[in-house]
């Protein structure tokens, strides 16, 4: 298996660049952050309670999070790897992940971090707000709050992949196809080695 992390902040462009790196190489997306939404929309208990932690820029609890992604790994059995999107998110998620791949004596081959300045995160997640419904982007102080969640509770697990040696910071202004073109050269360069 190959996974990846694509690792950044709120509006760095995660999701947008998953779909490219699925496409081309074939990897199951896993975003917490649709799967949180998707639990949401079928009114679910789970979605109930994600709600009131997401509306306010807040993580929901690491063990919701956690048994989520367990049961995504039981319904992707023969995935060729996973792309990570907006998790892990805690240095508990993290360490629960990396225990997880372990069990199936698999492991992150790379954390792909986008890096954008505040300025233009800030910019994209209220223009994204105008057309996606997602109640998170409308309000700048919900935006400035997962910013701050971001560098307290996320930041941690930058730190945690530097040490593996696995975190390779990536230039995340420009377009979308400059951005890709970066990931994937770090992506060709990892599978090379393998
Ligand atoms: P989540 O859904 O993961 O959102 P996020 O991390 O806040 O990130 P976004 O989805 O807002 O941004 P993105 O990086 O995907 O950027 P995108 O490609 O959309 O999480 C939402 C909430 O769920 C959290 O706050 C938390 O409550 C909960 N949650 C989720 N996972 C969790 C976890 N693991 N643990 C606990 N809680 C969790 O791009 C943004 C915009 O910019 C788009 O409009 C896009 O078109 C545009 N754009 C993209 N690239 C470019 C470019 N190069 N130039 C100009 N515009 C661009
Ligand atoms: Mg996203």
Do not use: W
């Not at 190959?2 to 081309?24: E, R, Y």
């Not at 992707?76 to 004596?105: C, I, M, W, Y």
């Not at 910071?169 to 990892?190: L, M, P, R, W």
Request: glycine share 8%; net charge neutral.
């Amino acid at each position: 298996m190959f996974n990846l992390i694509l690792f950044g902040p709120p509006g760095s462009g995660k999701g947008t660049q998953s779909d490219n790196i699925v496409a081309k190489y074939g990897l199951v997306h896993l975003s917490t952050g649709n799967l949180l939404r998707e639990e949401i929309a079928q009114k679910t208990p789970l979605g109930i309670e994600a709600k009131s932690f997401m509306d306010k820029g807040q993580l929901v609890p690491d063990e919701v999070v956690i048994g989520m992604v367990d049961s995504y790994f039981e319904k992707h059995k023969n995935a060729v790897g996973f792309l990570f999107d907006g998790f892990p998110r805690t240095l508990a998620q993290a360490k629960a992940l990396d225990s997880l791949l372990e069990l199936k004596k698999n492991e992150i081959a790379a954390v792909l971090a986008l890096e954008v300045s505040e300025e233009e995160l800030v910019k994209r997640l209220l223009n994204r707000g105008i057309t996606s419904g997602r109640s998170d982007d409308i309000n700048e102080d919900v935006i400035r709050k997962r910013f701050a969640v971001y560098s307290n509770e996320t930041k941690p697990v930058a730190e945690h992949y530097k040490k593996l040696k696995k975190y390779h910071s990536i230039k995340g202004e420009g377009t979308v196809q400059e951005i890709f073109n970066f990931i994937c050269e770090a992506i060709d360069k990892k599978l090379n080695l393998m």
